[in-house]
């Protein structure tokens, strides 16, 4: 009888482990591969999804600076005010009169509304004008010589866009009648907003695209002349921390925040009030 030769079998040395903790391999059949899908003549191409951002914008900190001697009159309010709605001027204006009227003239493209029917964020505690504040350098969008405050008599009202946004909506939701608002949109600029060059992303998905590619800048310039611009105003409960320069000014705060409903966190931290220059 004649038999066929046995096939020879190749020796596999098992693998080396790197540790104990390391598992045991496992045997494993080659994962088979997926048919190519058959394309049938004078069908559409299959449309590839877009690839999505992971940049999650939703938590970008915003700031709004003002001047401690305002605060009480903003508490009492319960809103911060776009500059065309206030009805008294603040106790300390730090902006020159020509920057609020360029503010006031600056439309909001897409949304027909000037630039000062928006209450102004930054959305860096180094923004640029700022900046100017800290450093006392001259800047012609302030009026620093009126009242000659320095940095630790300014406080940082500090929310996320993700609050701000909640907030519109939660006040667009259903009244009474059953008719819902029309939602409030914030926008967002890529510079200073009353520029005559600045973009600005006017819709949910435009100021989302906005935000991502101030984020994505390698430098990171853009994002300290950039604002986030809120229509109206802007609730006191959307703000959940007051950061603040030192200890004693903390203690003021807190006293007057007693005399208010509202009760976010009041934080020192000086790095916010201090001039780039000193970081050196």
Known sequence: MVTEPLTPVKKT???KLSSLRDPLPTAAMPAARAP???RVAGAPRPVRAEKVSTDNVDEQRVY??????????????????????????????????????????????GDGRSVAEYVPFFLSPN?????????????PRLALDAHGSEAFDFVMLVSTVKKI?????????????????????????????????????????????MLQ???????GAMILDAELLVPGAVPMELITLIGVCNDNVRETVRGTLKLSAFKPKVAVYPPWFHTSADAL
């Open 13 to 15: 040395r098992a693998p």
């Open 36 to 38: 190519r899908p058959v």
């Open 64 to 109: 709004h600076l003002t001047h401690i001697s305002n605060l009480a009159a903003i508490l009492q309010d319960g809103r911060l005010l776009a500059d065309d709605a206030l009805s008294t001027r603040p106790v300390v204006d730090i902006s020159a009169p020509a920057t609020r009227e360029l503010r006031r003239a600056a439309l909001v493209a």
């Open 127 to 139: 923004a640029t004008v700022w900046e100017s504040v800290r450093a006392e350098a001259a800047d």
């Open 165 to 209: 946004n909640d907030g519109l909506a939660a006040v667009a939701a259903p009244a009474d009648d059953g008719a819902p608002l029309v939602p409030s949109v914030v926008a967002v600029t890529n510079g200073d907003a009353a520029g005559a060059l600045t973009r600005f992303g006017a819709t949910p998905a435009t100021a989302e695209r």
């Open 213 to 219: 590619t101030l984020r994505a800048e390698a430098d």
